[in-house]
């Protein structure tokens, strides 16, 4: 069993999620930064692999107060789980999404020494031989009660993630903006799918901040 899996992103009009410099780009508006807040707020877990962690150093807790007393009323800590997707235990100690809540998961491959480092600073979960194994981390995150995790990003975990059919949905915004260039990430990255491509089933369309708010559905393969 694994959780119900939403990929959350926020991408130019050519698809691109950042530039070629892999810096954070505002993307969103903020009518849309309020929605990824709530998504988060409703979420059990939220996830990003480690080239978010280098790009944006995201804090990836709830900042409204309101909704952070909205989810302590519901009995579940003011924040969701923070994971973060790290095979070799590269997470800079100083990165802000450690601390407690935040688990990073690694391979066996990562090294002694950074694992003794990290445990410091979060929770440390081993799944997988050289690369952290997404199926076998979403398992042992149901069985730690995540009923509901919200990925948001990058590329190359989306893409992971959707080969191996563990999205369940992907929200995306789309900015009016441009940004261009052939190394610029995109809402999906890695090697994809030469055919057989995934399907998806538009559930929703909506304009918000003069972008648009696309809700699909992963149509699972008989
Ligand atoms: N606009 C938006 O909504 C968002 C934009 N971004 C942008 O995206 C860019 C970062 O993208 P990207 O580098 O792809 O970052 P990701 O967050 O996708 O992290 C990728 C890294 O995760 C690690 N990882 C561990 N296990 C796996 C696995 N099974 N499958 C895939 N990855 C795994 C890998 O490192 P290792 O092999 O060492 O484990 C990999 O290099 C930045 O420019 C950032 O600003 C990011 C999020 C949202
Ligand atoms: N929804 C959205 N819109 C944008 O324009 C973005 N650049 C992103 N990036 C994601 O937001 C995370 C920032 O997290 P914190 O607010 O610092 O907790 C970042 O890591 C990306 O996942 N998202």
Redesign the pocket.
Known sequence: MRPYVLI????SADGK??SFL????R?SGSEDLLRVERLRAESDAVM??????I??DPTLRVKSEALRSWRLERGVPENPLRIV????A?TPPEARVLGPGCIV?V?RYAPEDRLKELSERCEIAIC?ED????RELLEMLYRRGVRRLMV?????????LIEQGLVDEICVFVGPMVIGGQDA?TLV??RGFPENFQRLELESAERIDDGLLLKWRVVRSA
Request: glycine share 16%; charged share 25%; aromatic share 2%.
């Open positions: 959350n992103s926020a991408m999620i950042s892999r810096r954070q780009v993307i990003v692999g480690l080239g978010t962690v790009a944006d997707a790290d095979s070799r590269r998961a391979s997988g690369r952290v194994d997404l948001e990003g990058g590329g190359t975990l989306n893409w992971s990430p990255d890695g």
